[in-house]
């Protein structure tokens, strides 16, 4: 987990935001397990916004893209305010590994799609919090926030107001081991990281590998 | 003690484990994964498993290539190759793979086609539509990658149990009305968050009168209301997987009368029921750019189209293709504006060549109807999500593009750019011969 206390400069969007807009379809040849082509990803994060959007606010202005891509810089906020299911749509992935390629470190919605909420905690990209009210229309883009995730609330620092968001619950124990992986080696449920896969240590049990001590 | 849903019973049907920090482990019978998302998954697998590592279950692992296959892109070609070594490294029994005989098309189609679905199992993909697989009576739902890449070396999904909404349709559908219909206007009525991380069963007279083909339109937008859609299998399920389910049946033989019949308990506890009169529902549409924008067709008629789309995991079946045929011979004109045909898989190709109505076979009927066959070969995803630049069918520049189409999703530029109007088959024929947005009830007979 990304320290209990994340600041830095909030960029602001509305409602129902799918990860077809986070990362659009033409980019998804991109394989995200190399880091290289992660990146790449990254530099292209939101550019499925619509262009009236895109050319008032853009996330990542063209002449910043290439820096990006080589892992140079990062986008100029690093928090990301919305309304209601931010993330519906596909399962891509890639929009959480773009996201958190780009620089994003959390993300602070009134509500999220299932698939990318997963997504978020299993890469440990992004930590998706949920706010207690609604956020989107009382936040500006390029508003100085501070964000308590454990404490519970996020304070914007430029109007000096602070709100409440939910405490992490369920996800809390896997946002804190770093993503999936990490929080199944801790339950012991899978083997050190490279030593293999379930099959391998109880054969013909296929994926039930309880008996695992 | 209270009853149990059809959902929470096939979870419990695969040893659900709970563990110490919350959550569930619960096994896995299918991973399904294609070009686009396949090769991370088997990136992760490596680096967290080692290069060593084998899967789960051989036979549980379903490779369909179906996004980016008619295509020159050099990347979307790589990703394929990612496929087709891994499956050799690990000699997987079912990939279908592309430029091959034993290529298919749309994995949502092909995966039923193909014999591996049926009641009771645990099907989870790497792709949101996963969720069609629910028609059969199974918990099918999409992941991304890195938790397809620990399912494919564990076999078990940490999740939690999702709590369930029941749609009830009483009576039966008009016959202008499709599963699609039905789907939208659920949709439009709780909203695109309305069932998020929820199980959304169907059932009623209606349901039980649909084909699986009509039932898998219904669970494949589930998704779109953010949950996984269910249907409890019937005799109809159970006609459909004895004559296409071979892998199912091979490996559940000795359960068969017990997964057959699973079924929600009468007190089964629900978060909602809606019911619904299924006589009363119209044809529906889904206007810019949202899924849950739902509108009624007559209340919208007249819209311009400049393009009509008949193809996806949604609208790509072959009774989307014999609904969309029989409105075009009802109608007995040409269309106005262009009308891609996109079979979903080969064997949809197959059924369009060969099933007819009078003395045509859906094939003539489309070309007669003047419809654009240029990609009828080329089963694939094509322009449902976009994708290169070289798709099929894709709206490349053309903001003010007005397109009727019977995909799943109509986000802003999801189809490369443009308007998208989500619209059952039938609605996009009357659409197409028109030129405007045309309620296919004027068409039935």
């Given at each position: 987990m990304a320290g209990n206390i994340i600041t830095g400069i909030a960029y602001v969007l509305g409602d129902k935001v799918d990860t077809d807009q986070i990362i659009p379809a033409d980019r998804l040849t991109w394989d995200p397990s190399k880091p290289e082509e992660r990146l790449k990803l990254g530099s292209y994060a939101f550019d499925g916004l619509p262009d009236e959007y895109k050319k008032v606010c853009p996330f990542i202005r063209e002449d910043e893209r290439e820096a990006i891509a080589q892992g140079k810089s990062k986008a100029r906020y690093n928090i990301i305010i919305a309304g209601r299911n931010?993330?519906?749509?596909?399962?891509?992935e890639h929009a959480a590994n773009a996201l958190g390629a780009a620089g994003i470190e959390v993300i602070v919605a009134k509500g999220y799609a299932r698939i990318f909420f997963e997504n978020c905690v299993a890469t440990g990209e992004v930590i998706p919090a949920t706010s207690m009210e609604y956020l989107a229309d009382k936040f500006k883009t390029g508003d100085e926030v501070e964000v308590y995730v454990e404490n519970g609330y996020i304070f914007n620092k430029t109007q000096k107001i602070k709100y409440e968001i939910e405490p992490l619950g369920y996800i809390l124990p896997m946002v804190k081991a770093g993503g999936l992986f990490a929080f199944a080696r801790e339950e012991n449920l899978i083997l050190p990281k490279?030593?293999?896969?379930?099959a391998m240590t109880i054969p013909g049990i296929g994926g039930s590998l309880f008996s695992l001590d | 003690m209270t009853g149990k849903t059809i959902t929470e019973k096939i979870i419990d049907l695969h040893e659900p484990t709970k563990l110490s920090k919350g959550g569930l482990a619960v096994d896995v019978d299918v991973l399904l994964t294609h070009d686009v998302c396949g090769p991370p998954t088997i990136g992760y697998f490596k680096q967290e498993f080692g290069e060593k590592a084998i899967v789960f279950d051989r036979e549980g692992v379903v490779i369909i290539p179906d996004h980016y296959i008619f295509t020159k892109d050099e990347t979307a070609g790589r990703n394929v190759d990612v496929l087709r070594q891994f499956v050799k490294e690990q000699e997987l029994p079912y990939f279908y793979d592309k430029g091959t005989k034993n290529y298919k098309g749309v994995c949502h189609v092909a995966l039923p086609e193909e014999g591996h679905v049926g009641p009771g199992m645990m099907i989870i993909g790497t792709d949101s539509h996963t969720c069609t697989h629910g028609a059969f009576g199974s918990f099918a739902m999409g992941v991304g990658n890195t938790t397809a890449a620990y399912i494919l070396g564990s076999g078990h999904i940490i999740m939690n149990i999702p709590e369930s909404l029941k749609f009830n349709f009483d009576g039966f559908l008009p016959e202008y009305v499709s599963g699609k219909d039905v789907i939208l206007r659920v949709i439009g009525d709780?909203?695109?968050?309305?069932?998020?991380f929820k199980s959304m069963e169907f059932a009623g007279d209606a349901i039980s009168a649909l084909s699986l083909e009509e039932r898998a339109t219904i669970c494949n937008m589930a998704i779109e209301a953010g949950g996984n859609g269910i249907i409890a299998p019937d005799e109809a399920t159970r006609a459909y997987v004895e004559r296409f389910g071979s892998a199912w049946l091979m490996k559940n033989s000795d359960r068969i009368e017990e997964l057959f019949s699973l079924q929600s308990d009468d007190d089964a506890k629900y978060l909602k029921v809606l019911n619904y009169d299924a006589e009363k529902l119209e044809p529906m549409v889904a206007l810019?750019?949202?899924?849950?924008n739902v509108k009624p067709v007559r209340e919208c008629e007249g819209a311009r189209m400049d393009s009509v789309y008949i193809g996806s995991c949604t609208g790509g079946k072959s009774e989307d293709f014999l609904m969309a045929a029989q409105i075009l011979v009802n109608g007995g004109r040409e269309v106005k504006v262009p009308l891609y045909i996109v079979p979903a898989t080969n064997k949809v190709v197959h059924y369009i060549e060969n099933k007819k109505i009078g003395d045509r076979t859906l094939k003539e009927i489309f070309e007669n109807a003047g419809a654009n066959m240029d990609s009828f070969y080329q089963p694939s995803c094509a322009a449902c999500l976009g994708g290169p630049i070289d798709t099929y069918g894709r709206i490349n520049n053309q903001p003010n593009h007005f397109r009727a189409s019977t995909t799943n999703r109509n986000f802003p530029k999801r189809m490369g750019s443009g308007n998208i109007f989500l619209v059952s088959p039938m609605t996009a024929a009357a659409t197409a011969m028109k030129g405007t947005l045309c309620d296919p009830r004027v068409y039935v007979r």
């Open positions: 931010f993330g519906t749509g596909s399962s891509r490279g030593e293999g896969s379930n | 709780i909203g695109t968050d309305g069932a998020d810019p750019h949202s899924p849950g």
